[in-house]
C-alpha cells in the first residue's frame, strides 16, 4: 500500500486558486472535488495537512481513519473522546486510535464543532428510524463500503467514524439530536497527519434530518505540504 498522497490535477470544477482552498498553508500536492452523497479516499503522508472545505454549507461529511501501514490500527471515538474529556472535535482534537496513538491532529478550525457520537447512516437505520420506504436509499456505510473496497476493507473494518460539521448535541438524559450544522459556505477543517494516514470519507448522502439541510451538496479536499518538507 502506497503512504503517499498521490498528486492529482484540481477538478474543473473547483473554484479557481486551489492555494486559497488550504487552511494551512503549504504546498498543493491534491485537490479534489468530491460529489454529493459520493465517497473519497486517499493516503495522507505524515506531517501533510488534509483540508476540508464545505462548498455549500452545512454539510456533513463522515470519516474513517485507518493507520496505512497497518490498517488494524483504526480511529476510536471512546479512546478519543476518554483523551480529550470532550464529545466534540475542534481545533487541537487529537484523532486517536485504538491503540492510543494519534492518527491526526485538527490544526485549524473555521466551525468549532464537529461530531464523533453520531455514527453514520446505513440503510438499516435509516428504516428503524425513517421508515420502510427509506431502505433503498444509498447511505454513508454503502459509501464506506464501497470506497474500502479499494484498500482491501471490508464490513469488520467498519468502526466508529468522526462526522465533520455535523452538530450533535447531547440532552442531560443522555439522548442524541441531529440538529441544523453550524457550517456555512466555504467553512474549512485542517487535519495534519502524525502518522501516514488512510482517510476514507463518505459525503453523507442523508436527507430523512436536518445534518445535511435535507440536501446533500459537494464539498472539497485538499492535501498541502509544508514548504519544508518539499
Same mark, same amino acid.
Given at each position: 500500500? =502506497?503512504?503517499?498522497?498521490? %498528486?492529482?490535477?484540481?477538478?474543473?470544477?473547483?473554484?479557481?486558486?486551489? *492555494? %486559497?482552498?488550504?487552511?494551512?498553508? *503549504?504546498?498543493?500536492?491534491?485537490?479534489?472535488?468530491?460529489?454529493?452523497?459520493?465517497?473519497?479516499?486517499?493516503?495522507?503522508?505524515?506531517?501533510?495537512?488534509?483540508?476540508?472545505?464545505?462548498?455549500?454549507?452545512?454539510?456533513?461529511?463522515?470519516?474513517?481513519?485507518?493507520?496505512?501501514?497497518?490498517?488494524?490500527?483504526?480511529?476510536?471515538?471512546?479512546? %478519543?473522546?476518554?483523551?480529550?474529556?470532550?464529545?466534540?472535535?475542534?481545533?487541537? =482534537?487529537?484523532?486517536?486510535?485504538? =491503540?492510543?496513538?494519534?492518527?491526526?491532529?485538527?490544526?485549524?478550525?473555521?466551525?468549532?464543532?464537529?461530531?464523533?457520537?453520531?455514527?453514520?447512516?446505513?440503510?438499516?437505520?435509516?428504516?428503524?428510524?425513517?421508515?420502510?420506504?427509506?431502505?433503498?436509499?444509498?447511505? !454513508?456505510?454503502?459509501?464506506?463500503?464501497?470506497?474500502?473496497?479499494?484498500?482491501?476493507?471490508?464490513?469488520?473494518?467498519?468502526?466508529?467514524?468522526?462526522?465533520?460539521?455535523?452538530?450533535?448535541?447531547?440532552?442531560?438524559?443522555?439522548?442524541?439530536?441531529?440538529?441544523?450544522?453550524?457550517?456555512?459556505?466555504?467553512?474549512?477543517?485542517?487535519?495534519?497527519?502524525?502518522?501516514?494516514?488512510?482517510?476514507?470519507?463518505?459525503? !453523507?448522502?442523508?436527507?430523512?434530518?436536518?445534518?445535511?439541510?435535507?440536501?446533500?451538496?459537494?464539498?472539497?479536499?485538499?492535501?498541502?505540504?509544508?514548504?519544508?518538507?518539499?
Amino acid at each position: 500500500m =502506497s503512504t503517499a498522497a498521490a %498528486t492529482r490535477k484540481p477538478d474543473a470544477r473547483l473554484q479557481p486558486d486551489a *492555494g %486559497t482552498a488550504a487552511l494551512v498553508p *503549504g504546498h498543493v500536492i491534491l485537490d479534489e472535488y468530491v460529489e454529493a452523497r459520493g465517497p473519497w479516499s486517499a493516503v495522507v503522508a505524515a506531517g501533510d495537512v488534509l483540508t476540508i472545505v464545505d462548498l455549500e454549507g452545512n454539510q456533513a461529511v463522515d470519516c474513517l481513519l485507518y493507520a496505512a501501514g497497518d490498517v488494524g490500527t483504526r480511529y476510536s471515538a471512546a479512546v %478519543t473522546i476518554a483523551s480529550q474529556r470532550s464529545i466534540i472535535l475542534t481545533t487541537g =482534537s487529537a484523532l486517536r486510535a485504538d =491503540s492510543g496513538e494519534a492518527l491526526m491532529t485538527v490544526m485549524a478550525d473555521e466551525v468549532g464543532v464537529h461530531d464523533t457520537v453520531g455514527g453514520a447512516c446505513s440503510q438499516e437505520s435509516n428504516t428503524l428510524r425513517y421508515g420502510q420506504h427509506t431502505h433503498e436509499q444509498h447511505a !454513508c456505510v454503502e459509501n464506506f463500503l464501497i470506497e474500502g473496497s479499494k484498500w482491501g476493507l471490508g464490513k469488520p473494518d467498519l468502526v466508529s467514524n468522526i462526522n465533520w460539521f455535523m452538530n450533535v448535541p447531547v440532552d442531560p438524559d443522555g439522548a442524541l439530536g441531529i440538529v441544523d450544522g453550524l457550517s456555512a459556505p466555504g467553512k474549512r477543517v485542517a487535519l495534519r497527519a502524525e502518522t501516514d494516514t488512510l482517510v476514507l470519507v463518505s459525503n !453523507c448522502p442523508q436527507i430523512n434530518n436536518p445534518c445535511n439541510g435535507f440536501n446533500p451538496t459537494p464539498v472539497r479536499m485538499v492535501v498541502t505540504r509544508p514548504e519544508a518538507s518539499r
